[in-house]
């Protein structure tokens, strides 16, 4: 069915449909605090419906030749492709970001990913087949997890789409997706697009709130549930999937250090870490946090990094100079906003720490100095675009500090030292570790924390291969 265009519906069974009761919820645009939209809110009936049609779905999917999912996922390729300049259009209404940013880093990045993806699908790999035991043959199957429950959120609406939906299509599941309450357009434009050229069933949308996303993790008919979001729903997660003996896919939040070394390039380090921290208004698990810099050339560092970070803004998507956009919803805001209110005596804003402007959700590029290691705004994460400043002495204090917070997804490592950068490569307690650079990622390498920040891995073969179950099958040869 048809949906006016200011109403944003599920994909179930490969239809448009409202919530079966009618219900809705108001979609914001962060960057005015207006109404923009309605989506549907789904309940019980909407997520039984979704389920039962990935169900149903799945026994065919998974027989497909990987060839063969390959190319349906080729045609998904294209069909968002020919719908790049809506895709956008909705992500920067219901996210409020720069319009070119969302595009090249967003859009056609994520396009990108499920193109790896695609390919991917014709590429799992297994042991040999052999004679382990004399007068046997084994072998092993990778085949698909069954029917997948997921949960994207809202910091990168369309691309924590494409990271989910991906690996588990490529894999041969089937899948039932909640995008955040707050940002559900380009998830929900994403399975109406897929609904044309996916069979129907294969990737189900539904919108709603927190007891949406509940229903959907906690349905039994899901064989694994999979969410990106903070710590503390990924908790909730976990519980709720070991009631079922379910597979949990946990990718969470994160406290990013950037060690800055005496020797190295301080203006490389600057621009760097500026692009690190405040990239989507510091809203990215990755995004740097906390900088480590070494006392020798601490007072250097921080003026020219406080410096540059006052040649950066925040702005709506109609300006084009904006290095970031609002923050993402009211929560959000209150909560940034409460964590630089609720800074220590001995803290000291050296720049922002306030909001701009009076309309929207949008909070000035904020740097701390003088904190210490137990304090909130170091032990906890802040999703914003706020970074503190912390001092060591050596090396050894320098790793103590980075490791020294319940979360372990991501860092990086500034010196012009081999020996250096490597001794931190293999010290540092995270799921990645970047040197002389930081957020980057590419499909190919595996994205994924430790720690408190999760398990299992986002892109890479490694992703793929989360979705996918072993099986031993052993043949007589008698």
């Known amino acids: 069915m048809n ?11 490969g239809r448009l449909v409202p919530a079966a009761d009618g219900a809705t919820t108001e979609l914001v645009d962060p960057a005015t605090g ?26 065919q999917w998974r027989r497909l030749t990987p060839a063969a999912r390959q190319h ?16 956008v259009e909705a992500e920067v209404a219901n996210t409020g970001k720069p319009v070119e940013l969302t595009r090249t880093e967003e859009i056609l990045t994520g396009i990108d990913h499920l193109r790896f993806f695609a390919g991917l699908a014709r590429s799992l790999e297994g042991t040999s087949a052999g004679e382990y035991l004399e007068g046997h043959t084994s072998y092993v199957r990778r085949e698909p997890v069954g029917v997948v429950g997921q949960v994207a959120p809202w910091n990168y609406p369309f691309m924590m789409t494409i990271w989910k939906i991906a690996p588990a299509l490529a894999a041969g599941n089937t899948v039932v997706l909640k995008p955040s309450d707050t940002t559900p357009a380009t998830a929900a434009l994403v399975g109406e697009i897929a609904a044309s050229v996916l069979p ?7 919108c709603g709130d927190r007891d949406t996303g509940r229903l959907v993790v906690g349905h039994p008919a899901a064989a694994m549930v999979s969410i990106t979001g903070s710590t503390g729903a990924g908790r909730q997660v976990a519980a709720s999937a070991a009631e079922g003996l379910k597979r949990a896919h946990l990718e969470l939040g994160g406290k990013a250090p950037a060690i800055v070394f005496p020797d190295a390039d301080l203006d490389a380090a600057v621009d760097g870490i500026v692009t690190g921290a405040f990239f ?8 740097v946090t906390r900088i480590l810099v070494a006392e020798e050339v601490a007072d250097s560092f921080t003026e020219r990094f406080v410096a540059a970070v006052k040649e950066i803004h925040t702005g709506p998507p109609a300006d084009e100079t904006a290095f970031y956009g609002p923050l993402n919803n009211a929560d959000q805001f209150a909560r940034v906003s409460g964590v630089v209110a609720g800074l220590p005596d001995h803290a000291e804003v050296l720049v922002g720490g306030h909001r701009v402007g009076e309309d929207g959700f949008f909070y000035a590029p904020t740097v701390v100095a003088g904190v210490r290691q137990d304090d909130p705004v ?21 790793l103590e500090l980075a490791n020294g917070v319940p979360f372990g997804l991501a860092s990086s490592v500034w010196t012009r030292d081999h020996a250096t950068a490597h001794r931190c490569s293999v010290e540092l307690d995270f799921g990645c570790v970047w040197v002389n650079t930081h957020i980057p990622l590419v499909a190919e390498m595996p994205h994924g924390g430790f720690k408190q920040s999760g398990y299992g891995k986002d892109l890479s073969h490694y992703g793929l291969e989360d979705y996918t179950r072993v099986k031993h099958v052993m043949h007589a040869f008698g």
């Open 200 to 206: 129907a069933g294969v990737l189900n949308v539904v």
């Open 378 to 398: 170091v032990q906890e994460e802040t999703f914003g675009p706020v970074v503190t400043i912390q001092r060591f002495r050596d090396e050894e204090e320098a």
């Open 280 to 287: 989507n208004a510091g809203q990215d698990c990755t995004a």
């Open 3 to 13: 949906l006016p265009a200011n109403v944003i519906g599920n994909v179930i069974d």
């Open 34 to 59: 207006k109404v923009f939209a309605t989506a549907a809110l789904s309940r019980e009936a909407d997520v039984d419906a979704a389920y039962d049609a990935a169900t149903r779905a799945f026994p």
């Open 72 to 87: 349906h996922l080729l045609a998904l390729v294209d069909a968002l492709s020919a719908r790049v300049d809506d895709l």
